[in-house]
């Protein structure tokens, strides 16, 4: 598969930077898009820089201009619901626990746990505890940005 460039053009002339800021340069192996305004989603990104050793992540916040355009695949409610990590050399795009079950693998730290998901029923367990605490991260210190959110929003943890 492989995932179109896009160019931005402001006033006819092209841009030579990436529209949307990153953490890391871009050109690395995975991006990770999070919400930018929420508290709790910011720890996870120091986290993230901290255990990123090998350089592998661009971080971007999904408000940042640029993103939309870049990853055209992600629906925009796809970023409130869940962190999006998409693979930059095939555009392979993981959200919710499935993310952070990559973001292990790429890790250096994270594969001294990336092998939790391996035993049975984990995945469904990892899915269901993810969709239940973004839905409920504003009560452990997100603040009003999440408390604060589209009434038709669906976890889908029937």
Not at 18 to 47: L, N
Not at 87 to 97: F, K, P, V, Y
Request: one cysteine or more; a positive charge; aromatic letters at 12%.
């Amino acid at each position: 598969m492989t995932v179109p460039v896009v160019h931005f053009t402001v006033g006819g002339e092209e841009l030579s930077e990436p529209v949307a800021p990153a953490v890391g340069e871009a050109g690395r192996g995975y991006t990770v898009i999070y919400d930018g305004h929420c508290k709790v989603c910011g720890r996870m990104v120091k986290f993230l820089r901290k255990w990123d050793r090998n350089r592998e992540l661009e971080i971007i916040p999904s408000q940042a201009p640029g993103v939309r355009a870049r990853f055209p695949w992600i629906p925009q409610r796809a970023y409130m619901e869940s962190v999006q990590v998409i693979r930059t050399d095939d555009g392979m795009t993981w959200q919710a626990a499935a993310a952070l079950e990559e973001l292990l693998k790429v890790l250096p730290k994270g594969r001294l746990f990336a092998w939790l998901f391996k035993i049975p029923f984990m995945r469904p367990l990892a899915d269901r505890f993810y969709r239940w605490f973004a839905r409920n991260r504003y009560r452990m210190g997100c603040g009003e940005h999440c408390a604060v959110r589209p009434a038709d929003l669906d976890y889908d943890d029937s």
